[in-house]
């Protein structure tokens, strides 16, 4: 109900119908919790594709691997989520979760409270849905 804060979902969505592969799943956490923390640990690599505000164009994706950020330098999630990204970030380093996680963050231009993406970002969703499909045939499959 944040505009282009639901981007996420409609990415995860598309990847799941247009670009479903074997031995992936794809789980919809759209209101994280805890549970993500645990479910993390059944798996070696973690993708979270999420909107954030990052000073980015409007659309732009960043994809970034989270052990190799430090806190304060992750960019700010727009997300109304129970757990946001510095959380996710701090919980996963505290617990010692083993799974490599990357974050797929799309730069947002409206989160005015609404439905419907932004106009930019409603015509950058299925690049955006492609440039991550790709980085999980990269990183996920093809590893």
């Given at each position: ?17 247009v670009y479903?592969r ?29 909107a ?6 409007p ?17 700010m999630?727009?997300s ?11 919980l996963?380093?505290?617990f ?16 005015a ?22 980085f ?7 590893a």
């Amino acid at each position: 109900m944040r505009r282009d804060d639901g981007i996420g979902i409609l990415v995860l969505e598309s990847l799941f119908a247009v670009y479903k592969r074997q031995n992936i799943d794809y789980l919809d956490f759209g209101t994280a919790s805890f549970d993500l923390l645990f479910k993390f640990q059944e798996y070696s690599q973690v993708l979270l594709i999420d909107a954030i505000d990052a000073g980015l164009a409007p659309g732009e994706l960043a994809i970034f691997d989270l052990s190799q950020m430090r806190a304060d330098e992750l960019p700010m999630v727009i997300s109304s989520h129970e757990l946001n990204l510095k959380s996710i970030f701090e919980l996963a380093r505290k617990f010692e979760v083993k799974a490599k996680i990357y974050v797929a963050g799309i730069q947002v231009q409206d989160v005015a409270h609404g439905e419907g993406l932004s106009l930019k970002l409603a015509d950058r969703k299925e690049a955006i849905v492609s440039e991550i499909s790709e980085f999980i045939d990269k990183k996920f499959v093809n590893a």
